[in-house]
């Protein structure tokens, strides 16, 4: 295992991290995507596949073939969205949660959570394959949550069962997707519906008095009563940073820039602990006042870390943001991502030592994502 950081990240991703995980992730004639390995790295091939998985790789494997169009990428992506459209799909422009290999229904749930991936991975494959279906498929189904999903006092149902408690993660990869539709079709309906999102993170998920983004909400936007109404993620304080300031680009709206301030001072000061090395690892969670409550250090919220940080760098030129980001590229490859073969330990312990459990295929959508805009930022500053 390689525990350094790799010196050219952009590379990185080319040579090592999407061939890996195409080789890995599908085979041709095969149905989906895999989802799972084990503890220990081997193939965990499960009967049931979902729309948030196979949607998420779709976006990796688009984005890799737009940084290496010689690459595996664009086939790994038009895999998936083929399984994406022709099994996940339902006739009136839904997707289902969770199906078999042939389509069959496992869960038929319409989840916020997927739909918010499957518009993110129609945007990335338009961009991919320079196509305008994709796009006309994410308008139909844009369309549907706000038929049958909005809710009467913001925002729209975790599902379509009204399943509680309300959640602001669904929200926020909502607002990622409008970002990414707006800028791949130039359509202005993107950015107004990316506002309204702003808004509602402004007066129903933020807690005025300590700025902070809680998690769980009853059906009216108030807190849930007891630890799951005072949960912080501070993955997900810094996710919203990284956005915020990319909403402020695409729009116009400087208005943001305060709330992204105020979340990035709350997770810096509250949600990172030290390694032996001294480098940074986000927690998994705090309470309101900063209190940790879960020791235990996922890998993506690190790579929020690094998100958050190159935002800082790219929009506020803030002096500490590149070497705070290096650290997290440190911490990443030092303790959670193999450089080798592009595997990862999904979560370590409060005392830095990998917790033996499966992995996640999912995550590879932060790893990505996270590792593309650190190498991005620091192309277009020098860093």
């Known amino acids: ?14 040579s090592t991290l999407v061939p890996a995980w195409a080789a890995r992730a599908f085979r041709p004639g095969a149905a989906g995507y895999l989802e799972y390995l084990t503890a220990d790295g081997r193939p965990d091939p499960r009967p049931r596949h979902t729309s948030l998985v196979t949607a998420r790789l779709v976006y990796v494997f688009s984005h890799g073939h737009l940084l290496d169009p010689t690459g595996p990428g664009l086939a790994a992506a038009e895999h998936g969205y083929r399984f994406l459209i022709e099994r996940c799909a339902d006739g009136d422009g839904r997707f289902r949660h969770a199906v078999a290999a042939d389509g069959t229904a496992i869960d038929d749930r319409s989840d ?17 394959i320079g196509a305008r279906e994709p796009l006309d498929r994410a308008q139909r189904l844009m369309e549907w949550i706000e038929r049958h999903m909005a809710a009467p006092r913001g925002g729209f149902a975790e599902d379509d069962r009204g399943t509680l ?3 602001q993660n669904p929200h926020m990869h909502l607002l990622e997707a409008c970002h990414a539709l707006a800028e791949t079709s130039g359509d202005a309906r993107w950015l107004e519906r990316a506002g309204g999102l702003a808004d509602l993170l402004r007066d129903r998920l933020i807690d005025p008095p300590t700025g902070t983004l809680g998690e769980f909400f009853t059906a009216d936007w108030q807190p849930l009563a007891g630890p799951a109404g005072a949960l912080r993620e501070p993955g997900h304080q810094l ?3 990284w956005l915020l300031h990319h909403h402020a680009r695409l729009t116009g709206d400087r208005t943001v820039a305060d709330m992204a301030d105020r979340l990035h001072g709350f997770a810096l000061d509250h949600g990172i602990a030290r390694s032996p090395e001294g480098w940074p690892m986000v927690l998994d ?3 309101l006042h900063g209190a940790p409550v ?11 870390a690094i ?11 803030d002096a500490g943001a590149a070497a705070r980001m290096n650290a997290h590229l440190a911490a990443l490859f030092g303790y959670w991502l193999d450089a080798d073969t592009g595997l990862w330990v999904n979560q370590l312990d409060g005392s830095s030592r990998p917790i033996a459990a499966e992995v996640p295929v999912r995550v590879l959508y932060h790893v990505m994502l996270g590792l593309a805009e650190a190498d991005r930022v620091r192309t277009i500053t020098g860093q």
Request: with cysteine.
């Open 165 to 167: 408690p309300r959640r």
């Open 307 to 317: 998100k958050a940080e190159a935002a800082r760098l790219e929009f506020l030129n």
């Open 285 to 287: 969670g705090v309470d």
């Open 294 to 304: 879960a020791s235990t250090r996922l890998l993506w919220p690190q790579t929020e």
């Open 239 to 241: 996710e919203w940073v």
């Open 112 to 128: 916020l959570y997927d739909l918010a991936f499957v518009l993110f991975a129609c945007a990335w494959y338009a961009r991919a």
């Open 1 to 14: 295992m390689t525990n350094q950081v790799p010196h050219d990240l952009g590379a990185w991703l080319t």
